[in-house]
């Protein structure tokens, strides 16, 4: 930080003024500062984005002005946050209760620890709105069904009657997000708000939150790995690492002129919209020499799906009987080969986790899929294993992926275990191998899962995939917690992998830069089926559906010097996959571009 941005900071008093902050947490050999006298300040109306790798500290600071530490294994050694005059972090637990969600609200990374799996959406989001006062059932679920809307939940109604593990991952986040702003909180701390979210629904998100300072005066920390959210949503941007600052200056600054090499290495390593026009290959993130050349592709297809599909019956009456059917995937037909990246793109609820899930019998499902030419249906769990061997997934939700009970070594081996591949110090040392591969160090292997950085235990589920050396994985967003750093050193390790075995993917993500640097072919899926498909160059440099080019358009830029995109009042609904028994899908006739660029339907 300059020496006139340090006595500018000073000459301010601010909402929220945080001094010499310093977390501690207790480890077997002794206690270790996560976070390191670090000092801010937060002006009302403005938007604060703290951004650093996985581990930098930038969660430990948030839960501290929260007083959410761990405890007793995390406190606060030092310092002060004065809110309107008032150090936070020294008030009682009574006191404290009525700071959260009036005062401060918290969106946290992991929407699915966040809510709780035996109550209803409604149930929460009715505790979140009467938490500091008494109002009436009918004026909880005004604002309840209200709190929705503005979070583009479509079918706020029949939300609220359901439960987390009924909603994809954008939309348990959508609750959460919705659960923070039940109260108007003066602050809003927003803990990696967009990461599980579509790249239209961030967009609404985003612009939502802006509107909201400017109608409520409210001032936004938010933690986010994504420089193009910075540069769409920060005033000032507080650059961590290793628990210290490294960096802090508007962000008009620090995206043209950042000062620390650190910085920079972040702002490298961003992923750009539009960067690979011009080029036929997936791109090298950061390149090793001696990585090996490109494996050509060869003719016969490793995964073949012809006229997927997957229902789902909606139960109701006293006899519990089928009444509604949700139609999450509908006739999709696809090959991927061997050494090809196949990505699903589109917005959360579209089908394209389902999609993944149907390729390792985890879900009911019609059709036809062959994996190496066998056909996985209807094959029992132990005929099941030779194929999950060749195919293998890395899941949406890595904390809810990883046994909490278990350490993470034994974890990442209990796959080689199950299928006799190694044991003993060879085991070990395949383990160690894998940590080091994932840029985890070998002496984190005796930790367990909540010991970890959201983006730390991404890598966790990545090691334990790449275990058996499988032919397939499916990539559900498996980069979307991760910070730009790391997430260009697991794609350049994912490229690495696929280069030296001819391994392929079934990328599914909703970061559209992402998508354009590691894929060969792109499909983009809309209400279960696919509307295009085509080479990453065909979907990239001339796309043809009209939901191809909205998904290209909502993609956050990272240039602050960009206008940032207005808030829709409304935004368009989205149609509901749910439909009566006897409804019969409408097919909707391809039309082939040439070159194997297809488009369905209208566009």
């Not at 290793?242 to 960096?247: N, S």
């Not at 090809?340 to 999609?355: A, F, Q, W």
């Not at 005929?383 to 990442?412: E, H, K, N, T």
Request: hydrophobic share 40%; aromatic share 4%; net charge neutral.
């Amino acid at each position: 930080m300059t020496e006139a941005r340090a006595m500018e900071q000073t000459a301010t008093t601010g909402l929220l003024k945080v001094s010499g902050l310093t977390v501690q947490v207790a480890t077997p050999t002794g206690a270790r500062t996560v976070v390191d006298d670090l000092s801010f300040t937060l002006e009302s109306g403005k938007t604060l984005c703290i951004a650093g790798e996985s581990g930098s500290g930038k969660s430990m600071t948030a839960l501290s002005l929260m007083q959410l530490l761990p405890k007793p294994m995390a406190r606060v050694a030092a310092g002060t946050a004065a809110l309107e005059g008032r150090d936070t972090l020294a008030l009682p637990e009574a006191e404290m209760r009525q700071v959260r969600g009036r005062h401060i609200g918290m969106i946290f990374q992991e929407p699915m620890t966040s809510l709780n799996p035996v109550l209803s959406v409604g149930k929460q989001l009715a505790g979140a709105i009467s938490a500091h006062g008494g109002l009436s059932e009918k004026a909880i679920r005004a604002r309840a069904l209200e709190l929705l809307d503005q979070v583009q939940i479509p079918e706020p109604a029949r939300r609220l009657k359901q439960y987390p593990h009924e909603l994809s991952g954008g939309m348990r986040q959508r609750v959460v997000i919705a659960m923070a702003l039940a109260q108007s909180p003066q602050i809003l701390i927003a803990d990696e708000p967009t990461t599980a979210l579509d790249v239209t629904v961030q967009a609404q998100i985003l612009a939502l939150i802006r509107k909201l300072q400017a109608d409520l005066g409210i001032s936004v920390i938010m933690i986010t790995h994504d420089m193009g959210v910075v540069a769409e949503m920060a005033d000032d941007v507080l650059v961590m690492q290793h628990g210290r600052m490294a960096e802090h200056s508007p962000a008009s600054v620090i995206f043209s002129k950042p000062e620390h090499a650190y910085t920079r290495e972040l702002l490298d390593a961003v992923p750009r919209l539009g960067e690979m026009t011009g080029t036929t290959e997936p791109k090298r993130v950061a390149a090793r020499p001696g990585s090996g050349s490109e494996k050509p592709l060869v003719a016969k297809p490793l995964v073949s799906v012809k006229d997927l599909t997957v229902r789902f019956d909606i139960k109701g009456g006293i006899l519990q009987r089928p009444v509604q059917r949700v139609h999450a995937v509908e006739g999709v037909s696809f090959d991927i080969m061997p050494g090809e990246t196949l990505s699903l793109v589109g917005e959360s609820g579209c089908g394209k986790s389902t999609t993944g899930k149907a390729l390792l019998n985890l879900i009911p499902w019609q059709g036809e899929i062959r994996v190496a030419g066998r056909s996985t249906h209807g094959l029992a769990p132990r005929a099941m294993r030779p194929v999950l061997r060749d195919v293998q997934m890395i899941f949406q939700d890595p904390y809810a992926s990883l046994d909490p009970r278990m350490r993470v070594g034994d974890l990442v081996a209990e796959p080689l275990q199950i299928h006799g591949l190694a044991s003993g110090s060879a085991l070990e040392d395949r383990v160690a191998y894998l940590f080091k591969r994932v840029g985890l160090s070998t002496d984190q292997m005796r930790r367990y899962p909540h010991e970890f950085s959201g983006g730390q235990r991404q890598r966790i589920c990545i090691a334990r995939a790449l275990s058996l050396s499988p032919k397939l994985i499916v990539a559900d967003e498996s980069v979307a917690a991760l910070d730009v750093s790391i997430q260009a050193q697991v794609l350049d390790l994912l490229q690495d992998i696929q280069n030296e075995t001819g391994m392929s993917y079934l990328f599914i993500s909703h970061d559209m830069a992402v998508v354009e640097q590691i894929s060969h072919r792109v499909a983009v899926m809309y209400m279960g089926r696919f509307v295009e498909m085509g080479s990453r160059a065909q979907i990239f440099e001339n796309p043809q559906h009209d939901y191809t080019k909205k998904l290209m358009a909502a993609v956050p830029v990272a240039d602050p010097s960009r206008p940032r995109r207005a808030f829709m009042e409304k935004a368009e609904d989205l149609p509901s996959p749910v439909h009566g028994l006897d409804y019969v899908p409408q097919q909707q006739a391809a039309r082939d571009i040439g070159g194997g660029h297809m488009v369905w339907g209208a566009t």
